[in-house]
Structure formats: C-alpha cells, structure tokens
C-alpha cells in the first residue's frame, strides 16, 4: 500500500512538469519548421546563420498569439465569436466532454472561477465522523424561506472538476473554516488530494455567529 501511495504521489508531482517540458519542447522543435514553411510560401530564404533562433522566434509568435486571443476575448464581439465556436464544439459528444472538463479545469488552475468564493471550509458530510471540503459561497440569511436564518451555502466539490460539486445549505456554525486560501484547496481538489496545502500556522476555526435574541 505504502509503495502504490509513493508511485502515485511521484506521478502527480512529475506529471505536471513532465507535460509542461514536453509542450515547450513541441513548441520549440516545430515552431521553428513552421515558420520556414511559412517564409518560403512568401519565397523567403532565412540565413543558415539565423535558423537556430527560428524556435525562440516561435516560442515569442506562441506568446503573442496567447495575448491576442486573450485581447479578443475581452472585447464584445470577440466573445460572440469564441462563444459561437464554443458551440458548435459542444454539437460534438466526445468533444463536449473533453471540451467543458479541460475549461473548467483550466479555470481552476488559473483563478478565473464563475463563483467567486469566500473561503475554504469542512462540513461533516456524508455523515457524522467524515469531513469534506468545501467552499463558502455565502449565507442565506433568511432569503430561502420558510428554510430560517443561519444558514450558510456550500460548494462541495468533486475531483478533478470541482464547478461540478453540489450546494448544500449547511447550520452556519457547523461550517469549519480552513487555514489555507481558496486557490490551495482548489488544487487539492484538482488533484484528487495528493497536492496537500502547507501546514497552516493557525488553527481551525469557526465562522463567526450573529448575536441571537438576549433573553
């Protein structure tokens, strides 16, 4: 057991790098055949001195290309166009899948989250003894009649997609609040629980209570 749980510790943690290493070298092998292709349908000739920097040239061409695309989805027809794209993929089943997990997983990674939460949090769920994680999104106070106040919404995450989880309305003062950030737990999640955030320097404690009715 303990040399299955080391392989796949070791798994995740050069997982991510591997990856990483093997797209900048795709990058960085083909970019540079690329753009002589490129030129020579211009009848353009690059200096054998000058080829060995072709791959740099496509490294910072696949940077540009990154922040263009990103300029474009900021502006309002360039979301129509990538929204209409976006939907003709998802006409496609396997493509969907593959599609909507890599972009919410991206989204993860990177911070741009559809909800934005308070914090991280336990709840004992599915029963009492077991901890889960989850997300504060944020307290109901009295707005789910007839549900009363002291109510606070729960995001329970599921791995490695964690937009997938459910909400749970959870008694506010069940709800234990980590000591660790938001972007922590969310990579915890990702990684189905093998990136544990760093020990905390403070403890667990509860959100805070509004003062009931004096007696």
């Known amino acids: 057991m303990r040399l299955r749980q080391r392989f796949l510790t070791g798994l995740v943690t050069l997982l991510p790098l591997l990856v990483t290493l093997y797209f900048l ?24 001195t000058y080829q060995p920097l072709l791959p740099f ?103 490695p997609v964690p937009a997938s989880g459910m909400v749970i309305l959870v008694p506010t003062e069940e709800v234990i609040p980590l000591e660790i950030s938001v972007e922590d737990a969310l990579r915890y999640v990702v990684s189905a629980g093998f990136l544990l955030p760093e020990k905390p320097s403070g403890s667990l404690t509860s959100l805070p209570q509004k003062a009931g009715p004096s007696a």
């Open 25 to 48: 070298a795709w990058v960085y092998t083909y970019s540079g055949g690329y753009i002589q292709s490129f030129l020579r349908l211009l009848n353009l000739e690059v200096p054998r």
């Open 57 to 159: 040239v496509g490294l910072f061409l696949a940077g540009v290309l990154i922040y263009l695309v990103g300029t474009v989805a900021e502006n309002y027809l360039g979301r129509r166009l990538i929204g209409s794209l976006e939907r003709s993929l998802l006409l496609f089943p396997i493509v969907r899948d593959i599609y909507k997990a890599v972009q919410q997983i991206t989204h993860t990674l990177f911070g741009h989250q559809e909800v934005k939460f308070s914090r991280a949090a336990v709840i004992e769920y599915p029963r009492r003894g077991l901890y889960t994680l989850c997300f504060v999104v944020q307290p109901v106070d009295g707005r789910l009649p007839p549900l009363p106040e002291g109510y606070t919404a729960v995001l329970v995450p599921t791995s």
